[in-house]
């Protein structure tokens, strides 16, 4: 079997999570998260949360299973009826592989709610640092986390063989005084660049001053501090089961639309049809 290329410097993603203590973004992943189930009326027996902050969930959640992210899971097959992916999976290696094994530990019906950083995340931040790195040295380094888009992520949830997949995205802007202080919260949240690939080497010395000045010019608030985006997603998907409901084959309708909305049908002149 052919090893997932690594991503992420694992080693330095469980030293920066360790050290983390700025928990405001997670905390609202989690709170979005107990909102949507407070909307099932269903009640869950067999619980595991996936998550590099274990005491955010304990208190929310004291019956679950706390997992740390890896690789391999720590699931066995048929073993829960909710797995929580909480604000971690997009610094997976392999997201889709973390998405088939929680639906493979999912009973029938299980359900799956995973949050995590969307691609809108940080924008303005790659934005500033990459104008600022070509005009400086006319390339690019890996500064900050790829990150995927939402319709992506949605796909994602197909592929992993989920049911009923939806994603959506809760978008929050941040203001910060200046670029260090932005790095400084990163870095608190554990978000720091934990790339495999990034630069060892110290960064041009003028790198991060004419990002700034780039990142002011562009994405100030009207106090004059640099706005920063997170976009958190949110996925949703069921383990497949037979009571499901399921969208109907094409052309099995027993009522026309043209009824349903009172109007008359019309048919396109031949060779318009498209």
Do not use: C
């Amino acid at each position: 079997m052919r090893e997932t290329p690594e991503l992420f410097d694992q080693s330095a993603l469980k030293r920066q999570r360790r050290q983390a203590h700025e928990m405001f973004l997670q905390n609202r992943a989690a709170t979005e998260v107990e909102e949507r189930l407070s909307e099932i009326n269903r009640a869950f027996t067999a619980l595991a949360v996936i998550t590099p902050f274990p005491s955010l969930w304990q208190g929310r959640l004291p019956d679950a299973r706390i997992l740390a992210p890896a690789a391999t899971l720590a699931l066995g097959e048929s073993s829960a009826d909710l797995v929580i992916h909480g604000l971690a999976l997009h610094t997976a290696d392999d997201p889709v592989g973390q998405l088939i094994q929680v639906r493979r530990a999912l009973r029938p019906d299980g359900l799956f709610v995973g949050t995590l950083f969307g691609g809108q995340t940080l924008f303005e931040l790659r934005a500033s640092l990459a104008e600022a790195e070509v005009a400086l040295t006319g390339g690019l380094s890996q500064r900050v986390s790829p990150m995927a888009d939402i319709r992506d992520l949605g796909a994602l949830l197909q592929r992993a063989g989920f049911a009923l997949p939806v994603a959506d995205t809760d978008r929050v802007t941040v203001a910060y005084r200046d670029l260090r202080h932005l790095r400084n919260d990163l870095r608190a949240m554990g978000e720091g660049n934990a790339l495999a690939g990034r630069r060892r080497t110290p960064p041009p010395r003028d790198l991060f001053p004419l990002a700034e000045r780039i990142y002011r010019e562009k994405f100030s608030t009207e106090d004059g501090k640099l706005a920063a985006t997170f976009e958190i997603v949110t996925l949703t998907g069921w383990a497949p089961a037979p009571e499901q409901p399921r969208p109907l084959r094409p052309g099995s309708a027993q009522a026309r639309l043209a009824d349903a909305l009172n109007t008359i049908e019309t048919a396109l002149p031949r060779g318009e049809d498209t």
